[in-house]
């Protein structure tokens, strides 16, 4: 069966040579950048240093009042929380300009869609909300992200993609991070899942995570490798593991035009 095959770049001569090709139009710290033709956009939804340090009582809360924010251990960058308004509001307009600013029908992935992690967010607003529904945290959390993928959904022509963090386990995707797949599927096409590592020196815990998740979901996704600085060899051989389970294998951030192609061979020699 053929795969399919892209890579996540932020090099234009790679977005012209292969597609798909993601395009990050936001990112988590902040930053925004054009939308590129014939690419496919990618916005990091709610996770913002920029907007987290103008309004900090946007941070999501968690046990004990930890904030999800580069002051805690755990955290990369700073997470919104999807409960607000305001921010969903906010993540709707990067959605919006990224759709108008690219090629009709390229389509939208949808990142950081989540809750950051189990427990987040407790937040007044959120305890408010639920209290107001009659739900616990947990379904709150779930509804909020089913009903923002579906308002991003009415937006978008083509496929609208939607990354995964790389937890397969039963109900952890839910209890950590509001996101219940079963209840995405009539919006999402295809599921992203980041399987990273700087060298893949071994493969027997890829394979494990990618098959877990053929198990687990209903609808595609792809499994995306980190690339930049990986031995081209190791690089190989991930993509062949994951591309065993998943419908295709995205590369990101390689720099490399000439590794990008080889792994894409060696793809079409196992696979078609």
Not at 185 to 199: M, Q, R
Not at 227 to 256: D, M, S
């Amino acid at each position: 069966m053929a795969k399919g095959f892209g890579v996540v770049t932020r090099y234009p001569r790679h977005a012209e040579a292969v597609r798909p090709a993601f395009w990050e139009v936001k990112d988590v710290g902040g930053a925004r950048r054009a939308p590129r033709p014939g690419t496919v956009p990618m916005v990091s939804c709610f996770g913002d240093n920029r907007v987290a340090r103008a309004h900090p009582d946007w941070v999501q809360v968690g046990p004990g009042g930890m904030r999800a924010d580069r002051t805690a251990p755990y955290f990369d960058w700073d997470a919104l929380c999807p409960t607000r308004p305001e921010v969903r509001r906010l993540a709707l307009e990067w959605v919006a300009a990224a759709v108008a600013g690219g090629t009709p029908g390229t389509g939208l992935r949808l990142d950081d869609v989540t809750y950051a992690r189990e427990g987040f967010c407790q937040c007044a607003v959120c305890r408010a909300e639920a209290a107001a529904a009659g739900e616990d945290l947990d379904q709150l959390h779930a509804r909020v992200i089913r009903d923002f993928v579906r308002e991003v959904r009415a937006r978008v022509a083509g496929p609208l993609y939607f990354t995964l963090f790389p937890d397969p386990y039963p109900g952890r995707l839910e209890r950590r991070f509001g996101i219940r797949p079963a209840e995405l599927d009539p919006y999402v096409d295809v599921y992203v899942v980041p399987l990273y590592d700087l060298a893949y020196a071994t493969t027997y815990w890829l394979e494990v995570l990618a098959g877990a998740f053929a198990e687990r979901l209903a609808r595609p996704f792809w499994v995306e490798l980190y690339a930049l600085g990986v031995p081209e060899e190791r690089l190989v051989k991930a993509a062949l593991v994951a591309a065993t389970y998943a419908a295709g294998v995205l590369l990101a951030y390689g720099n490399r035009l000439e590794t990008i192609r080889r792994v894409e061979a060696a793809l079409r020699e196992r696979f078609g």
